[in-house]
């Protein structure tokens, strides 16, 4: 059974075995680690974390939901995706399609951003050997070919020269890639979003050839990017690989090869939440190196609060956290405090989805102590749990979406006039 191959495995091992995680495993992020159990298998039943995506082996296949579920339909996890990735409404296009096909969709519309992400580092260059044969020899002279072409001695010299160029390996996994989204009903507008770079990979492989592809995909598999400089092409290449092979279904060739796309639900809520408050909070952000703080002098104590309000004057601290109401407690409120105290704030904040509707709840900092019996809230210091409803009636997407629109607008109101 696919539960067999997949329980009490870390999210490393299954990345190392074909998984896709996104966004990838970085080590200094809270939410989502290296060590972090799938499928953690407790007594006769299983228990799931943060992570929603698919996962198949052989000819078996897991659906991993959000537990906003409804059992036919994960809307929630569409609606993030379609709000953070900017994807579109998969589970409408594949009703009828198999898990593969929904998988392979996920695989195509993270294309563009993993694109855009790389090439902020400028287009790949590293060695590549080309052959020639003129009079300007400057390499390695090439006698089995010499002989083959140039006998009778006609005044060429066929030589081969290492140089570094663009158009390498790599380079043309990303071309390969690139035309074979354009051949796709939805590919152009796809590619439309990155134009400019699709531009910059095109200009930069000149040599490329529809047939080379096979052979490019088995050289960019025997040379994978090991350069911690360039990680992001790391990602992308084995991205492109999964896409191209995809083309016969052979991302899973092999009955024992586990295989699928995950991603991390912990990260796409508190990036959804930036979106709904992002003109009244700063968003540093861990996975991405972006507004790092520190606790102490002297660079000591990094730490990356999800919000922190731009109000210097009345400072709040707002978490976004991936779990019900009762199940945020003890570190949480230990980081949330650590983070009020850092920055001078007197309020601070949980935002969390809501599955019923339940209100949020207000807690006052104590003060006193238990062995002098003075324990009182101080009145002046307090966190609250704000949740977001999400709605678990509706029977279509766009129903869903409605209400969530409105769900929103309830939401920021009520923070703002309880901030």
């Known amino acids: 059974m696919i539960t067999n191959k997949i329980a009490n495995k870390t999210l490393e091992q299954l990345e190392r075995e ?14 989502l680690v290296k060590e972090q159990l799938i499928l953690q298998s407790i007594n006769d039943s299983y228990r799931t974390g943060n992570v929603m995506g698919f996962i198949g082996c052989g000819n078996e296949r897991l659906v991993i939901e959000s537990r906003f579920s409804t059992g036919k339909n994960d809307f929630f996890f569409q609606y993030l995706l379609e709000r953070v990735l900017d994807f579109p409404n ?12 929904r998988l392979y969709s ?29 009079i300007n020899v400057k390499g390695t002279v090439n006698i089995p070919k010499h002989i083959s072409k140039n006998i009778p001695f006609t005044g060429n010299v066929a030589y081969s020269q290492r140089e570094y160029s663009y158009d390498n390996h790599l380079m043309e996994l990303i071309r390969h890639t690139i035309e074979f989204i354009k051949r796709k009903p939805y590919g152009n507008k796809l590619l439309f979003k990155v134009k400019d770079e699709v531009k910059l990979v095109i200009d930069a492989t000149p040599n490329y050839e529809p047939y080379d592809k096979r052979k490019v995909i088995t050289e960019n598999k025997q040379n994978a990017v090991r350069h911690a400089y360039y990680r992001e092409y790391r990602a992308l290449q084995y ?28 990260w796409l809520w508190e990036e959804y939440i930036n979106l709904l408050i992002k ?54 409120y230990l980081q949330v405090l650590a983070y009020m105290f850092r920055f001078d704030a007197k309020e ?50 766009d129903d869903f979406t409605a209400r969530m629109k409105a769900n ?12």
């Open 239 to 266: 991205l492109c690989i999964l896409i191209l092979q995809h083309e016969k279904h052979q991302i899973g060739s092999g009955m024992r090869q586990v295989y699928g796309i995950l991603f991390d639900g912990a």
């Open 279 to 332: 003109d009244s909070f700063y968003h540093p952000m861990n996975k991405g190196g972006k507004g790092a703080q520190r606790l102490f002098t002297g660079n000591i104590g990094l730490i990356y609060p999800d919000f922190i309000s731009k109000n210097n004057e009345n400072r709040v601290i707002a978490d976004a956290k991936y779990k019900p109401i009762d199940n945020i407690g003890n570190r949480d």
């Open 18 to 31: 074909g998984v896709f995680v996104f966004p990838e495993l970085i080590s200094d992020t809270e939410d």
């Open 106 to 134: 996920l695989l195509l519309f993270l294309f563009p951003i993993y694109l855009t992400t790389a090439l902020r580092k400028g287009a790949y260059k590293t060695y590549v050997r080309n052959q020639y044969n003129n």
């Open 90 to 101: 998969i589970l409408d296009v594949d009703t009828d399609a198999n898990q593969d096909r």
């Open 348 to 397: 601070g904040f949980y935002l969390y989805p809501e599955s019923n509707t339940q209100d949020g709840l207000k807690l006052w900092m104590n003060s006193g102590s238990t062995y002098e019996k003075n324990v009182t809230p101080r009145g002046d210091v307090s966190v609250t749990k704000h949740g977001l409803k999400i709605p678990n009636a509706a029977k279509q997407y």
């Open 408 to 419: 929103e607008k309830e939401f920021i109101e009520i923070l703002e006039v309880i901030m």
